[in-house]
């Protein structure tokens, strides 16, 4: 790829910000990022975008994507509240806080892994969704237990939180799963497209 986070300039960087924030509320108002895989399994995709924008442009830019993720998420929960645990969801430090957590996470990964000498970028593109996904999943349910411990536990029946994790353990796999692929297929596809780009200019 020929623009790398650290070379885009600040109007690609506001372009890619804004694209990937509509891309959420999009995806969050239409329902599109739940994909529902059966009468047991369904898997979000609304953080994708957060974990691609970091990867793309940077930690501040991944900050305001998570900023808008976690407030669509708010907003949602208090307007059309549809399971147990939506009501929980009206407080910022459940349904904000993760979320821009995750953009932390995504960043510090991409930055790390591409500090390993001839890993490839596709490769650190797919590590970081898989354990950002994984890590989005055990800080929205900590939060949860942190800042609602109680009312959590009475609202699902006594569960604690490693029952929940356990319970929604293979839908967070998936979930996983689903980001990689994504990850990896945006920055290759940015990366090819990058490359003929660049063959064009020297034409």
Not at 4 to 16: A, E, H, Q, V
Not at 35 to 44: E, M, N
Not at 69 to 77: C, K, R, Y
């Amino acid at each position: 790829m020929t623009n790398t986070n650290s070379t885009l300039s600040l109007n690609k960087k506001l372009t890619l910000t804004g694209a990937f924030s509509a891309l959420v509320i999009v995806l969050g108002i239409t329902k599109l990022g739940f994909i529902t895989l059966g009468p047991a399994a369904s898997i979000t995709i609304l953080h994708i975008p957060v974990i691609l924008i970091c990867m793309l442009a940077g930690l501040p830019e991944g900050l305001f994507v998570g900023l808008v993720f976690g407030s669509l998420s708010l907003i949602q929960a208090a307007m059309s509240p549809s399971g147990a645990l939506d009501p929980f969801f009206v407080n910022p430090l459940i349904s904000v806080l993760p979320r821009m957590l995750i953009a932390v996470i995504a960043w510090g990964l991409w930055k790390a892994l591409n500090l390993i000498p001839h890993m490839p970028k596709t490769v650190s593109a797919g590590i970081t969704g898989f354990i950002t996904t994984v890590a989005h999943t055990l800080l929205v349910l900590g939060s949860l237990y942190v800042f609602k411990g109680a009312d959590v536990r009475e609202a699902l029946g006594g569960m604690g939180y490693f029952a929940l994790v356990g319970a929604c353990g293979f839908n967070a796999i998936l979930e996983a799963i689903a980001a990689t692929i994504f990850c990896v297929a945006v920055y290759a596809g940015l990366f090819i497209a990058g490359k003929k780009g660049s063959k064009l200019s020297q034409e």
